[in-house]
Each structure stands twice: as C-alpha cells, then as structure tokens.
C-alpha cells in the first residue's frame, strides 16, 4: 500500500482531532461515532494491523475508512511535520485497497456505479446535466475567456442547480466572458477519487482534459471547492495546463470594478469555510473580502474557523454515502449549531456540498426560523444592487 | 459476553457499544510497550446513571470493567488485563460550573485538558486551570487521578492536590460524593470532611469510576515569560531549585537534559516560567529570578540563556507539543516514560541513573523533571524513544523502562503512574501493614474484584 512506511510512525496523540485552539471535537468521523477507531490516528494503526494481518478485512473497517470526510483537519494539526502531509493520502491508499478487494460499503459501491453508468451518482441521464443553466441566456463554451464548470452536484441536485444559476447570473451580471459546457459537461471525479477509485478518476481526468484542450479551454473557473481541487491539483499529473480558479476568487476579483448599493436591512452573517478551499488550499481571503464589501453584511466569525473550520461532513464521498448523518453529533448538525451561537441569520457558504449539507442540517435541528444557508453570489444577489 | 451485549445496548444506545475486531484491537493497547489485552467489549457512556447502570451489570456478572480518559498514560493502564468492558469516557465531556468567586470548575470526568482550557479562554478569561504537558486530549479527570502535574505545579502541587471534590460509581453501583459537595451544593473544597477523595485518587480504577470532579482554577495573568538557566553541573540543580522555588513567585519549574539538540547536549536546563498582571510587576519578577541564582553566575558556573523570540514561545507553550514529537525521533512513533516523584535532593542522581541506562540499553533519551509545590518534591522523567515497526527496539525500550522503574525505586523514589509490573515492584518494597490496608480498602469497595483487575495487585 502507497504511504504504508509513515503508518508505525503515528503516535495517537490526538491533536488532529481538534482545532488549534482545542475547544471542541473537529474530526467529523470521530465526532460522530466517538470510537478511537474512527479517529485519525485509529486509522493509521488500524490500517498498519490490516496490512500486518493483525485484522482482516470487514464491512466495519470500511465503515472506518470511508467515513473519513478528508476535510484535512488531521493533516493540518497533526504535530509530526515530518510526515503529516501524507496522512490523508495514507488513507485514501486504504480506501484504494478495499475499492480494488471490492470490500467498499454498499453506498460508496452504488455511488461508484452510478459514476461507471450514469456519468453522474444521481443515477440521471446525461442530457438533462445542462437543465440548470435553462432560461439564463449563457452560451456554451467556444471561445470564450473562461469556462464556468458547475460539476455533478451543481448539474443535478436542486440545491446545487440553484447556486449554480446564481453563480452563473452574477458572473453574467458583471460582463464576465466566459462559456459553460452544459449537456456536454462530464463528472470531475474528485470524489471518484477521494474514495481511492484511482483507475475511473484517471478515466475521467484524462476525458475532461481531452474536451478541454479541444476546445481550446485555458481558463476555468470552478463552482465546486471540490472540483477546483481537483482540476488545479490533480488533473496537471495527467497534463493539464489550465488556470483554475474557485468562483469566490473570480467575483472578488470582478467586485472590485461592480459599484454596488446595499439593499435592504442589514444582516447578521457568519462564513462557513469548505475545506477544500480552506486547509486544501489555503484560500480563506476571497470569500470574507467578499462578504466585507457587501455593505449591509454584518460579519462575525464562528469560533471554528479558517484552518480551524468544522467540516460539514459532505467530503470523501460522504456527500453521496451519508455515512456521517444521521445523528445529532453529524457534523453538519453541530456545524449549524455553532452558527446559531454567533447571533447570525444567514451562514454564507461557497460550495454546493455544503450547501446541501447544513441546509439538510439546518432542517434536521429544527432552526428553519432562526437560520438560512446562502452561497456567497446569492447574498451578493439579494443584498446589493447595482 | 453476549448475554450482555443486548443490555449493554440498551443502556448507552446501539452506537455507542462494540464488540467488532476493529475497536477490540485499539482499546487493547495504548502508546507504550505493554503487551496489548483484548476487551470483550467496548462502551461509551453518556452520563453517571449509564455509569451506574453498567457497573451493576457488571456487577452482576462480575465482569472485569476498565474506564478510560484519554488513554495516553503509556503504561497500559487503561489495557483490560483481565478483559471483559472498556468504559470510554469521553462522551462524559459536558463542563457543568465554573465559579469565578470562589475559582473552581465542574466537570464530567471525560473532559478534555483542551476543551477546559479553550472554554476558560473564551469564557473566563482571568482563570485558567493547570495544564499538564499531555497532549490536550488528555482527560482532566484522568490526570487528576493519577497524581499528575502540570504548568501551575510550583504554584499549587500535584493535580490531585487541586482536586475539590468528585462523584463516584462505586463497583457495588452506589453513586457517592467526596469533598464539600457531599454535604454542600458548592464544590468548594475537600476540607473540612474526612478525606474520601483518598480513596480513588492513585488507585488506577479499581476502587470506583469517577463521573464528575471539581479542580481548582487560578488566576490568568495577561503577561508571561520564561527564563532558562543554565548548568553544566547535575549537584548543582537542587540548591539552584531551591533558591528560585524560594522566591514563590514562578507558575511552573521544570528541567530538561537531553544530548539532542546539539547545542542542549550536556546542559541542565532549569525552566522558569512566571506571569504578571502589568510590564512592572514582570520586570520586578524578573529581577528578583535572576537575582536568586547569582551565586552560581558569579563564580560562572552556571547563567541564564539568551532566549530568541521562537525559542521562548516554545518554552511558554501548554501544552508543550516538542514533548509529543519527541515519538518521531526514531521514525517510530513511540516512546516509553518514567516519570519518577522523588526528593529533589536525587536530582543529580537520578540525571545520572538515565545517561547510564541510556548507554546501557544503546538509546538515545530525554530527561527532566517538573517541580511540585515549593520545591517540596519533584516528577522526575526518563523517556526513551523506540520504533514501533522493530520489535526489536520496542523491547529494548520496555527493558530500559523496567530498569529505570527498579533503579528509581532503589534510589528511594516512586514510579509514577506505574505499569502493572512496576506495580509489583514498589508492592515488594511496600511496607506489609500498609500492603494489607490497601488489599482491605480494595475489598471493600469492590467485594466482587471487577474493578480494572490486575492492577494493584501483589505478586503471588
């Protein structure tokens, strides 16, 4: 197994359970099932007893695996530097493993088939994947600056359709050039990949690519912090040479030529970070610019944030296998809590996973009246005119 | 077991309990060198009365039962050596009171150092709590519980010395409280009642499962700093201890000697860590500290070491994390610990003991020693780092640390927070009345023996 030779080395200390500044439980697997087992470092030496024979292979060890939601927390306060850049890779090496014995739990498998047929893990045919873009007068990609690629979660389900379409308006609002690949659009496979299906992530990498490059795409701005992992770490192993860029960083950008009027009665809002922004990326600037130049934003932190964010429990595939809900410790469902106790009404976020994730969770708390869940192009929507 | 397990269910919720391979191999084992021991199952409570309630089941069946904070002692305390359930406490995390007046907080036994320390941070602000070198995972109760130390141990000794008082599961099932709270509402104190505490403090869980604890908080002075003082003569350091613990004026005194790195190599370190509310009160502070080993800067054997500014903020850090990385210096991730409380008089003794073993049994090492009290004794450590990946070297490491166990207890010191054989090496230097009040005490308590048994047991 790749990144077996760092899994002795892990001591189980525990720092990369929590945030830096220790205050709560930030391991969304951990957080929910409270078993050492699906912490990090149970991983680690769990998957050394796996590899030494010490266990065998068991739908409960891939319940293990998989419930990792790779949002990074351990790798970004785990204290050993010499090794923790690979903890996460450790563990997708794992899942690679289980994937390749056929040993994934059932709803990571239907999820992988669904990828294998449909092209998409909503089980929806291919030509209804630019139904989201209907009636905004956006052109397909020809010659365009940028491409504006929206990814599965933004094609097909509703809550992603909807922020994809108020991503998209803002961008067409400020004159930006750009084009979308609508029903000729396929799946990025960053979570084809974060659940180790190496091969298929390949398949699909090397297939966008491809339509990229014929179509002379070399700017390419992301709705998903997934995607933009994806298509600005991953896809240049396969030859990609293209710009990515998060929407967050492409509106900050534009935002500072829009002069925009508040509207309305200002607003309370905290800012949610998607890990794959955040720690994956380090960008936590561009969306707080944003909120801070909305004028009627009133702007407060959560006590988690930046490096220090609770997952939303959506990553490595758990978005599709829900192997982190149904619990009042889901970390959606403690995320939203938190939210609640900064006084904010809205939480802005800038991901569909999340999105969809505390909407859900928002839902299941019981705190429709107290809080909503908005993207950041859909508060600049609703609280600014031109 | 499997008659349990439904009841078990029953009790703390289907999620909550395991029996898969999976958490049977983790639980059985912590980070040090013990051989692992398999429990049969695994629980996670979420409150005294599933506390309760799982003891009288365990009770009933007399089935071995091991609670468990953290887990991090490194000595395999928390290894069911006779299997049967594994308490995991740390559902129990909920932090119930902190009064600001009378400066303590309440909290169930399963909270973290962290979670306390960021909870003071954010809410009371002027108090902070002691904070051992464990990493912050580490259970309050815990570490309370087994005679820990921390960053206030010259101001305020022992952890269990700032223990208020507690709620217990005793093994029959009865819920008792020791200190003020059994006949008060306020967790003030242990005084002026007969000291109960005593009977669940040291005793390695086989007297009884502490659900709630009230520790004692201490002023969170705005300004800190550390100073270093430098010897290369181990005789030296106790009259440089005694000189500075004088003063009464330091949160925390510790010493550390290690030949790595490069430049520490031969070096005793005293490490003087002070607070104050204002820039004049550091400064006079800081004045009085280095006036109080001038003796030894006068005849220039010994000084205070120019600290840069990323040296002393990792000297003020609590907890310290270079003492968790210390793990990665084989590449191994382990290392295996004897924290000795002796007589400060050892000092130089006890420094040479671990150079000699450390020869002996081909390791590197780190050692050093944390100050309780008013220089009144001191937690003395030998750390030996191994990998975990050569069973060779995790021998090596485990025969280094029983040696050290036997060679602290010649020199008339005490393994801290010992392993089951260390147990039975101090048990075989125990004086023999003493010995029997102890096996009377656990009798006691715990008619049936389910309580962590294997622990505190003599050798037959």
């Known amino acids: 197994m790749e990144h077996a030779e760092i899994l002795h080395r892990c001591f189980r200390c525990g720092y990369c359970k929590l945030p830096g500044s220790y205050m709560d439980l930030n391991c969304p697997s951990y957080l929910k099932f409270r078993f050492e087992t699906y912490s990090p470092g149970g991983r680690m030496w769990l998957l050394r007893a796996w590899l030494d024979g010490e266990i065998k292979t068991s739908p409960r060890l891939a319940e293990i695996l998989f419930s990792c939601a790779t949002c990074a927390n351990c790798v970004e306060h785990c204290v050993f530097p010499k090794f923790r850049d690979d903890i996460l890779n450790a563990f997708l090496a794992g899942r690679s493993e289980l994937v390749d014995e056929g040993a994934v739990p059932p709803a990571v498998r239907d999820f992988l088939k669904a990828i294998h047929v449909n092209g998409n893990p909503y089980k929806l045919p291919q030509k209804d994947r630019g139904n989201w873009a209907h009636g905004l007068d956006i052109e397909p990609f020809k010659d365009q600056e940028y491409l504006f690629y929206v990814g599965c979660v933004g094609s097909y389900d509703e809550r992603g359709k909807k922020m994809a379409r108020s991503v998209a308006g803002v961008l067409r609002d400020w004159n930006l050039s750009f084009g979308i690949l609508g029903l000729d659009e396929r799946c990025d496979g960053n979570e084809v990949r974060s659940v180790g299906e190496k091969g298929l992530f390949r398949q699909l990498a090397e297939q966008n690519i491809t339509q990229f490059s014929d179509l002379n795409v070399d700017k390419i701005i992301t709705l998903s912090p997934h995607v933009y992992h994806a298509m600005k770490n991953e896809y240049p192993k396969y030859g990609a040479e293209f710009e990515v860029y998060h929407y967050s960083q492409m509106i900050e950008r534009l935002m500072k030529k829009v002069p925009l009027k508040p509207k309305g009665e200002p607003v309370r809002v905290t800012f949610h970070d998607p890990c794959y922004l955040g720690r994956h990326h380090q960008e936590y600037s561009a969306p707080r610019k944003i909120l801070s130049r909305i004028r009627n934003v009133r702007f407060v932190e959560m006590d988690r944030s930046k490096e220090d964010a609770l997952c939303c429990g959506g990553g490595g595939g758990n978005f599709f296998s829900d192997l982190l809900g149904q619990s009042q410790d889901s970390p959606g469902r403690v995320r939203v809590r938190e939210a609640v106790h900064t006084g904010a009404s809205v939480v802005a976020v800038a991901c569909p996973n999340c999105a969809k994730m505390l909407e859900d969770a928002v839902k299941a708390e019981f705190l429709d009246d107290q809080i909503r869940i908005m993207d950041l192009a859909e508060i600049i929507r609703a609280l600014t005119e031109t | ?460």
């Open chain 2, 1 to 460: 077991m499997d008659r349990i397990y439904p009841e078990l269910k029953e009790i703390v919720g289907a999620g909550f309990v395991s029996k898969e391979p999976e958490e049977l191999f983790i639980y059985s084992r912590d980070m040090g060198t013990m051989a692992p021991c398999f429990p049969d199952v695994v629980v996670m409570p979420n409150s005294t009365d599933e506390v309760r309630k799982i003891v009288l089941l365990a009770n009933r069946e007399g089935i071995p039962i091991v609670p468990m904070g953290g887990g991090l002692v490194l000595s395999g305390l928390s290894r069911p050596l006779k299997g049967g359930i594994v308490l995991d406490m740390k559902r129990m995390n909920r932090i119930l009171e902190v009064n600001e007046t009378s400066r303590y907080a309440i909290l169930e036994a399963g909270t973290s150092q962290g979670m306390l320390q960021a909870y003071l941070k954010k809410h009371h602000p002027k108090l902070k709590h002691s904070i051992p070198d464990a990493p912050p995972v580490a259970t309050v109760g815990g570490n309370v519980l087994i005679h820990g130390s921390g960053h206030l141990s010259h101001a305020a000794g022992f952890h269990s010395d700032m223990l208020n008082g507690m709620e217990v599961v005793l093994p029959t099932g009865k819920v008792v409280r020791t200190g003020s709270c059994a006949a008060s509402p306020y967790w003030f104190s242990r005084a002026p009642l007969p000291d109960l505490a005593g009977l669940f403090i040291g005793w390695l869980g086989t007297t009884g499962i502490v659900t709630r604890l009230a520790i004692k908080l201490f002023p969170n002075r705005s300004l800190s700093d550390v100073a270093v003082f430098l010897t290369e003569d181990p005789e030296l350091v106790p009259d440089i201890i005694q000189r500075i613990t004088g003063l009464q004026m330091a949160e925390d005194i510790t010493a550390w000697m290690a030949p790595k790195p490069a430049w520490a190599s031969g070096f005793q370190h005293v490490i003087v860590n002070y607070a104050a509310d204002s820039q004049e009160e550091l400064t006079w502070k800081r004045r009085l500290l280095y006036a109080a080993p001038r003796k030894y800067i006068d005849d220039r054997t010994g000084g205070f070491m120019p600290l840069p500014p990323n040296m002393k903020k990792t000297f003020l850090e609590a907890p310290a994390t270079n003492l968790t990385v210390f793990a990665d210096v084989k590449k191994g991730g382990g290392f295996e610990y004897v924290g000795a409380i002796m007589p400060i008089e050892l000092f130089a003794q006890a420094y040479r003991l671990g150079i000699d073993i450390a020869e002996r049994f081909n390791t590197t090492y780190s050692t050093g020693a944390r100050i309780i009290g008013a220089g009144h004794c001191m937690m003395f450590f030998y750390a030996y780092p191994f990998n975990r990946a050569d069973s060779l070297d995790v021998q090596r490491a485990q025969d280094a640390l029983e040696h050290t166990n036997r060679m602290v207890l010649d020199m008339g010191g005490i393994p801290w927070k010992a392993e089951a054989p260390a147990q039975k090496e101090i048990m075989k230097r125990m004086d023999p009345d003493t010995l029997d009040l102890m096996k009377h005490v656990m009798a006691m308590l715990d008619p049936k023996g389910i309580m962590n048994p294997g622990n505190w047991e003599p050798a037959t």
